[in-house]
């Protein structure tokens, strides 16, 4: 066969955004009944070898992140096509078990990686509600229904059951940690990995969190030439959510969304 007849090699690049689960009142977040399709289309296309995956998420549900990052090892798996993870501004936390679907990770040199762990947060109003002369009144059938209730004190016990579930939950994520990782892991231990630490993408470079710094199209073209075909996918936004973005209510929707979002990507200084 003649040389130009010589077919361009095809990769397909899906981009995974937000904060995973809700990400706000009134905002359902990336999750994976939204990113099934899309996901699938990208490795049903014929005579692939690989699937480029762009992430750019600060976590948010566990449940959802480890049911995303199943789906991808799942079709990878079943289709025998490698995938690549590229980390943007930040792939922490559930971002960063989605990452761990990869069989390769870059990241760029500023990016933030890692935050290996579980966190619960809330805030208790015990106080301001007797300032304020109201009476909280609560009726449960179940010792345990109302564990951890914001308006009366803590139990000991309840801090102790959260703690225990939490303590599971870190445990999975460190499994796939290790099962994606392996032996590239420098000294979990001593290094604090897995501690809920976060670093640069140069930092996680060096703890083997990640196997190389690049952008997407920086190293598709390295890895498969110039003439590469990236063939980029991404969830589109529904006809009614782009009708409510334009509506005076959907304005005040995305002021409440962004805030309560905000709180998920501030803590990696963003």
Known sequence: MFPFFKKKPIVPHVRLTGVIGN?????????????????KKAFSIKKITHVAISINSPGGSPVQSHLIYSYIRQLADKKKIKVIIFAEDVAASGGYLISCAGDEIYANSSSIIGSIGVISASFGFKELIKKIGIERRVYTAGK???????????????????????????????????????????????????TGEFWTGSSALKLGLIDGLGNADQILKEKFGEDVVVKNFEKPKSWIGKKLSASVEGQVTNVINSIEEKTFWQKFGL
Do not use: C, W, Y
């Open 23 to 39: 990400a706000g009142r009134f905002n359902k977040g990336m999750d994976l009944t939204g990113q099934r399709d899309i996901l």
């Open 144 to 194: 345990n229904k109302s564990t951890l209730d914001p308006f009366v004190e803590e139990k000991e016990e309840d801090i102790k059951r959260l703690k225990s579930i939490q303590l599971e939950l870190h445990a999975d994520f460190i499994k796939v940690v290790e099962t994606s990782r392996g032996s590239k892991l420098q000294e979990p231990e001593k290094n604090n990995i897995f």
